[in-house]
């Protein structure tokens, strides 16, 4: 998606957002904690709810411990 859409005028924000969600789940999944965090803090850049992210965000933190 970088690669091909992010210097793109009107970037496709809904791709961004599927495949980071999926990368983050994956991540999460497989105890990759942090990986998990790093695709769903790309996802809160784009996302309209930054609010709801931050809370996966957290419950992936509290997760970890």
């Known amino acids: 998606w970088s690669r091909?859409?992010?210097g793109k005028e009107d970037p496709n924000v809904l791709l961004h957002q599927q495949i980071v969600v999926r990368m983050a789940?994956?991540?999460e999944g497989?105890?990759?904690w942090e990986n998990?965090?790093?695709y769903l803090e790309l996802l809160?850049?784009?996302?309209?709810y930054p609010d709801q992210v931050q809370?996966?965000?957290e419950e992936?933190?509290?997760k970890a411990k």
Do not use: N
């Open 4 to 6: 091909q859409e992010a």
């Open 25 to 27: 789940r994956l991540e």
């Open 30 to 32: 497989a105890g990759r």
């Open 36 to 38: 998990s965090v790093h």
């Open 44 to 48: 809160k850049k784009y996302s309209p």
């Open 55 to 57: 809370k996966q965000i």
């Open 60 to 62: 992936v933190r509290r």
